[in-house]
């Protein structure tokens, strides 16, 4: 019986500035993307829903499509747009049951 060692994979030599790279090029952690994309909706509803409703929506949001997603690098873009969407809906529902034309923000 014939044995063979295959030769153990050393890491290589620039395994740090590897690291390094890929750090840098990581997303945003989520404390800062939640916030940030939280702030585009309080600018843009602000006037109609509390800041903290939508700030808490966000992150519901994030950590819902956070769980099962494969890239996270796009779960804050679609944590947003689901807020959003669903704030047009609740406003233009509100907005039809008094009776008058409520524009979309």
């Known amino acids: 019986m014939v044995s063979s ?3 153990i994979p ?3 030599e620039r395994l740090p500035e590897i690291l390094d790279a890929v750090r840098a090029t990581s997303p945003p952690p989520r404390p ?3 916030t940030h994309e ?6 843009e509803f602000g006037g109609v829903v509390p800041a903290g409703v939508i700030q808490q ?7 819902r499509l956070d769980r099962g997603a494969a890239l996270h690098e796009y779960v804050p873009l679609l944590a947003y ?9 609740e ?3 509100s907005g039809a049951d008094a ?7």
């Open 5 to 7: 060692t295959l030769p």
């Open 10 to 12: 050393q890491p290589p």
């Open 32 to 34: 800062t993307v939640v």
């Open 38 to 43: 939280s702030c585009a909706l309080v600018r």
């Open 57 to 63: 929506l966000m992150e519901q949001s994030f950590d």
């Open 81 to 89: 747009r689901i807020v959003r969407q669903s704030l047009q809906a």
């Open 91 to 93: 406003h233009l529902r």
């Open 99 to 105: 009776g008058g034309v409520v524009p979309i923000p």
